[in-house]
């Protein structure tokens, strides 16, 4: 059927070894990619950019960043929104200290303020473990949230506390604040999400990510057969917090526009955390479909009764959602406990045997 | 990232939904009024009863008039449950058919007002928002009528002071406020106050997340002794206060609040000794007055209101307020009708009839809602109106009326207004200002 793999035959290592080692995943990643590309620009509204496309994006850009963490190198941490704050807040000062600053070079360099924010902070994790070291993160959380309150040189001492995002160029297209179109801010989100999914993937199934799934599995066999634990923890936390860093400086330069500190406290770092589990921890395409189903389903759900003209109120929509999303998360949970990715995974197999069922 | 297959199906499926949400809702022969309501989350308890009344003048109007000259207004909620993330969602959803915006949270508010330029549709914000809004040459697309923040400021250390700040030299007053974009707000002016008249602030924030339990700030507010507090609270942050006020037995004719904090529901838990807390307020609820008989009549007897009688919201402050609030916006979009001669006016055609409200006591009496709102007048380098305000204060069982019109000093808050104006356009540049406004 659609997964016919007899006759492709590998012939060396590397064909065996390669990004798609089944030809119609490579077909399938780039029919998606002509969507996203594409089909999706010219078909969506302005709503669906601002409300769906560009969120599930960044939201997916920063579960990725907690699963190189939390899902290949085993640390848990709760500290997300924090980092997410960390990049934002930094990628605001370049902005405001350096306004020539290119925004690409704003935001990456943004990254490596939370990456060693997020070093400092992993540096409990060699000496503890799981539910306490989740503690520890989550001490970064709040100490965190609570500095973007009281320091008010990070918001350039507004008054009301809140960063604005002032209209920011690319090439003579403004991408970001109040000017920049939807489709720009797409293109640019899409663009980075890209490219550091790209790296993510190879950078996990490389020898780092290898040394990564090695200290997640058991750290003391790790340690056994020569791998730098210290080394290896704080590199999961500097990619990871990096990553989560440029999620937060595109959260709010790309989409939101203004943020308060607020907006990074625990709720967002436990969405985050929601939406790797339920996408499935220790996968890269997991993230993509958690935030489909936390950031875009609600949206989804609560236009459905105006699509079809139903009166309902639209705090009883609300009610209904949350009944919804919060039903839907069990349920996908105890189908598959090891999250969307797996669940993909197994219908991919059923694919390949077809007709046949073993 | 291979498979995909799944992100494509659902994807896909979600741009259909979308696709089909769009055109479905039919342009018609009425002026479509949304507003990013809050029924769900934190805030509810206080949300509600203005949502209510906001909705039930609309449906007065319809009712009892057939809508505003003959044209139906089409309110419709979209809820926010207080959450910016959900609000800029609602704004974006609503905005293509909207007049105005009502975002209903100064986090909201603060989000969508750089849009406001690009989008032209008017944002109207009665008694919240951004104070430096007031300075309608550079926020051409923003009101925050009748009073800001900064006039709820002046007047409380007004009345407090009995017309004489200077009076509150070497006098100590905490400013309890929720963390957030709110509740500082005021806190600039307030600090500008206090270095001129010599009295000490003690700004006392409240997270979010400590609402409901603030004995940590109740008990510094112990320790320092202020002669006065000042509250800048909303939703659960108001009745956590005052619960604590009368657990620590702060004396109440000593606490003062927002207008925010004036709400009916977080004093009867207290009742009694709740006794003498004031509030300051551009609304006084008058159940007598004959546009509320008529929204008895209409409205909340024909059973199309959703207010819970058997809690006395009808009489409550806030569901009174939500009320004046529509009044407010209908008279925009009723100078905006007979300026224009259109049956249903566009955003820019609105946002002149915003500026234009003339709401004097003439017209409040004429729509029978004589001295339950302030009178003011908005015009185009005046988008607030700055009409001041009365003390509220609870006598046991209910707010009444306990001061006369009072009215902010502006000749000091109008020197800070422009100055952050200012700052806000040079700070967003290009920004553009009225130049047309002579005023």
Request: hydrophobic letters at 45%; a negative charge; glycine letters at 10%.
């Given at each position: 059927m659609f997964y016919r793999t007899a006759g492709q035959f590998k012939t060396s290592y590397?064909?065996?070894?390669?990004?798609?080692?089944?030809?119609?995943?490579?077909?399938?990643?780039?029919v998606i990619l002509i969507f996203a590309f594409v089909i999706f620009p010219f078909t969506a509204s302005e709503f669906a950019f601002r409300a769906l496309l560009i969120p599930v994006l960044i939201y997916s850009l920063a579960a990725l960043g907690l699963n190189i963490l939390t899902g290949y190198a085993g640390q848990l941490s709760l500290g997300t929104g924090a980092f997410m704050g960390v990049g934002a807040y930094a990628c605001y000062k370049l902005v405001s200290i350096f306004p020539e600053m290119n925004i690409v070079v704003a935001i990456?360099?943004?990254g490596f303020f939370s990456a060693a924010i997020g070093v400092l902070f992993g540096l409990p994790s060699l000496r503890i473990k799981g539910f306490y070291l989740a503690i520890a993160t989550l001490a970064a959380q709040f100490f965190l949230v609570w500095l973007f309150q009281k320091w008010a040189w990070l918001y350039n001492y507004n008054a009301s506390g809140a960063i604005q995002v002032p209209n920011i160029d690319l090439f003579g297209i403004t991408v970001a604040g109040p000017r920049a179109t939807a489709m720009a801010q797409y293109y640019f989100v899409l663009c980075v999400v890209c490219a550091i999914t790209f790296f993510a993937i190879n950078i996990t199934r490389g020898r780092i990510g290898r040394m990564w799934k090695a200290v997640r599995d058991m750290d003391i066999a790790a340690e056994l057969v020569g791998i730098n634990l210290m080394r290896t923890k704080l590199m999961a936390f500097f990619v990871s917090s990096y990553v989560v860093g440029i999620a937060g400086a595109l959260f709010v330069f790309l989409w939101r526009g203004a943020a308060e500190a607020n907006l990074f406290d625990i709720p967002l770092s436990f969405r985050v955390l929601f939406i790797a589990i339920i996408g499935g921890l220790g996968s890269i395409l997991g993230n993509f479909l958690g935030a489909i189903l936390i950031v875009a389903l609600p949206v989804i759900i609560s236009s459905v009764p105006g699509a079809f003209g139903i009166p309902v109120d639209s705090a009883m929509v609300e009610h209904l959602n949350i009944m919804i999303i919060g039903a839907l998360i069990i349920a996908f949970l105890i189908i598959e406990p090891h999250g969307l990715a797996r669940f993909w995974a197994m219908i991919r197999e059923k694919f390949i045997l077809w007709p046949f069922p073993h | 990232m291979k498979r995909m297959l799944k992100t494509a199906i659902l994807s896909s499926a979600l741009m259909m939904g979308v696709g089909i949400a769009g055109p479905a809702m039919a342009q018609d022969d009425s002026i479509y009024i949304p507003n990013l309501a809050y029924r769900t989350g934190p805030f509810a308890a206080t949300g509600t009863p203005l949502m209510n009344g906001q909705r039930d003048y609309i449906t007065l109007l319809n009712e009892r008039d057939g809508g505003l000259n003959g044209v139906k207004l089409d309110y419709d909620e979209c809820e926010t449950g207080y959450n910016t993330e959900k609000g800029v969602e609602c704004y974006e959803k609503t905005k293509a058919r909207a007049v105005v915006t009502q975002p209903w949270s100064t986090g909201i508010t603060l989000q969508v007002l750089p849009k406001s330029n690009v989008d032209k549709i008017p944002i109207l914000a009665p008694g919240y928002g951004f104070s430096p809004m007031a300075d309608g040459k550079v926020f051409q697309w923003a009101y925050n009528p009748p009073s800001s923040y900064w006039d709820g400021a002046s007047m409380i250390l007004k009345n407090i002071s009995d017309g004489n700040l200077d009076s509150l030299k070497d006098k100590k007053i905490a400013f309890l406020h929720l963390d957030h974009p709110f509740g500082k707000e005021p806190i600039p002016l307030l600090e500008v106050l206090a270095e001129k008249h010599g009295f000490e602030l003690v700004p006392i924030p409240v997270g979010l997340t400590e609402m409901q339990n603030q004995s940590a700030q109740w008990l510094q507010i112990r320790r320092e002794r202020p002669d006065f507090v000042v509250m800048w609270g909303w939703g659960a942050m108001n009745a956590g206060a005052i619960?604590?006020?009368?657990?620590?037995?702060?004396?109440?004719?000593?606490?003062?609040?927002?207008?925010?904090?004036?709400?009916?529901?977080d004093l009867k838990l207290v009742g009694e000794q709740g006794k003498g807390y004031r509030s300051i307020s551009w609304s006084v609820p008058n159940s007598e007055a004959p546009l509320m008989a008529d929204i008895k009549k209409y409205v909340v007897d024909a059973g199309k209101s959703q207010i819970n009688q058997s809690e006395g919201e009808f009489d409550s402050v806030f569901y009174q307020?939500?009320?004046m609030i529509s009044v407010i916006l209908v008279e925009g979009i009723k100078a905006a009708q007979e300026e224009f001669d259109v049956r249903t006016p566009s955003p820019e055609q609105l946002r002149w009839g915003l500026e234009n409200i003339n709401l004097d006591e003439a017209r409040l009496k004429e729509l029978g809602a004589d001295g339950m709102l302030v009178p003011f007048s908005t015009s185009c380098s005046n988008h607030t109106g700055h009409g001041g305000g009365w003390m509220l204060q609870w006598d046991g069982a209910k707010f009444v009326k306990a001061s006369d019109l009072l009215t902010p000093d502006r000749a000091e808050i109008e020197p800070l207004e422009l100055e952050k104006a200012k700052e806000y356009a040079e700070a967003n540049a290009p920004w553009p200002v009225n130049e047309e406004c002579k005023m």
């Open positions: 590397e064909a065996d070894h390669a990004l798609f080692p089944v030809r119609q995943d490579a077909i399938l990643l780039g990456a360099l943004s | 619960t604590e006020a009368v657990k620590t037995k702060y004396p109440m004719d000593q606490f003062v609040g927002v207008w925010w904090s004036g709400h009916d529901g307020r939500g009320l």
